[in-house]
């Protein structure tokens, strides 16, 4: 799974010490196996653990795993390096932006697969991305267009014959895709 080295731990203990509230450390990774994947490590608090979570002691404190970050979280490395200035914690996640789908995957990273490797560079060709913002609980994507795509006249004829169609076809779970994109705003726009 994760290391994290002795002088991390170490620092992150001294951190949590200065917490009233926190029960640990939460590690996550925002958009995982996405381009724009971000791996974080955050105070835990009560209310912010989840189903899934895996709990894992260390000696002087206790670090949760997100449940659907585990596998992008595999050879990571939490580090902390003390120089002049006081220090830096550093996070090695080499997985972290790699797609690793399955049809086991949670319904988000395998939209992400899809628009990441699939609709983006279609989409890269006007200057334009969408991006996955969330599944409703009545299974529809909300996406947000950027780019040459937001404002775009032709935005609508690209949401539904061509990323909704093509994300339908390769996740049939989804009810449909919703745009939550101000189009507004035509100063970027391709057409």
Not at 5 to 20: D, F, H, N, V
Not at 94 to 103: C, G, L, T
Not at 125 to 133: K, N, Q, T
Request: glycine share 8%; proline share 4%; hydrophobic share 35%.
């Amino acid at each position: 799974m994760i290391t994290i080295t002795e002088s991390a731990q170490e620092y992150l203990a001294e951190l949590l010490s200065k917490q009233e509230d926190a029960l640990g450390v939460r590690v996550f990774i925002n958009d995982p196996g996405t381009p724009r994947a971000e791996t974080c490590i955050a105070y835990c608090r009560d209310g912010d653990l989840e189903e899934g979570d895996v709990e894992q002691a260390f000696e002087q404190f206790t670090a949760w795993f997100q449940g659907r970050s585990i596998p992008f979280l595999e050879d990571a490395l939490v580090d902390y390096s003390a120089d002049r200035m006081g220090g830096q914690l550093t996070i090695k996640a080499p997985n972290a932006k790699m797609p690793r789908v399955s049809d086991d995957s949670p319904i988000e990273d395998r939209i992400n697969y899809v628009l990441y490797n699939e609709v983006n560079p279609s989409l890269a060709a006007h200057g334009g991305e969408v991006s996955l913002i969330e599944v409703t609980e009545d299974q529809f994507a909300v996406l947000q267009f950027g780019g040459g795509c937001q404002g775009c006249s032709a935005v609508d004829m690209t949401l539904k014959g061509g990323v909704e169609k093509t994300l339908l076809e390769q996740i049939p779970q989804l009810a449909g895709v919703r745009d939550n994109t101000d189009h507004s705003d035509r100063s970027q726009a391709y057409y």
